[in-house]
């Protein structure tokens, strides 16, 4: 079966400092790949997309993925954090097997700290 | 730039009792899903809903939950008896495409007390 593994659970950067969120993905053939973003109390806010092409997706925000299929990643970084990006950060995947209409199978999240 | 808009943003019900859950997808939007996060779980994927049917469904899903799209615009979700472990954040979300990127709204916090 399809699976999302965020093995950090919680991280905490310095302000302007960069950063990589690691997403892992189990699927056979080219997925469909997302990032969100929830900050307290709001709903999933989409950060990026891989569908195909470019493996280097950029997203809003200045966060950018990069889905590299040797590895079955698709980590998410950003050069300069900003207290603004402390949240709870999500990757799914599409289920695409079974005459799935595409719902979203999601990782356990990793939670950003930003220290000032 | 269009939105999926959900209300109420926080509902509190007794254990028991039927509750709906309301949703406005994007207009022009054909696919239709409810996801739910229970407190400091991952989102739990619910059910799909497209063409005025259920297309998929998870094992969550089960006899007291209904889906329905009343008018052109709003798909609600019903729980008919909450039960305390039905308190969660549920999320309704809507997409062009299957597959497509999927669009959620700000969710609606469900305690059963």
């Known amino acids: 079966a399809q699976s999302v593994t965020q093995p950090d659970i919680h991280i905490t950067v310095s302000e302007g400092a960069s950063l990589e969120l690691r997403c892992n993905y189990s699927y056979g053939a080219t997925p469909y790949l997302f990032w969100y973003v929830q900050s307290p109390g709001q709903g999933l806010q989409l950060l990026l997309k891989?569908?195909?092409?470019?493996?280097l997706v950029q997203g809003i925000k200045g966060f950018e993925a990069e889905f590299k299929r040797s590895q079955s990643s698709f980590n998410l970084r950003k050069p300069s954090v900003h207290w603004s990006d402390a949240a709870e950060y999500f990757c799914?995947?599409?289920?695409?097997?079974?005459?799935?209409?595409?719902?979203?199978?999601f990782g356990k999240g990793t939670k950003l700290s930003v220290k000032p | 730039e269009p939105e999926v808009t959900q209300t109420p943003s926080h509902q509190v019900t007794q254990m028991g009792q039927e509750v709906i859950l309301r949703c406005v997808p994007i207009s022009n939007h054909l696919y239709f899903y409810w996801y739910r996060q229970i407190l400091g779980q991952k989102v739990e994927f619910l059910v799909s809903f497209y063409n005025n049917e259920i297309s998929e469904k998870s094992e969550i899903f089960d006899d007291q939950f209904s889906v329905e799209r009343p008018d052109g615009s709003n798909f609600t979700l019903k729980i008919r008896s909450t039960k305390l472990e039905d308190s969660a954040m549920y999320f309704c979300?809507?997409?062009?495409?299957?597959?497509?990127?999927?669009?959620f709204g700000p969710g609606t916090r469900l305690t059963v007390l």
């Open positions: 799914a995947v599409v289920r695409s097997y079974g005459g799935s209409q595409g719902n979203l199978i």
């Open positions: 979300a809507s997409s062009s495409g299957p597959g497509d990127t999927q669009y």
């Open positions: 891989y569908f195909s092409g470019d493996t």
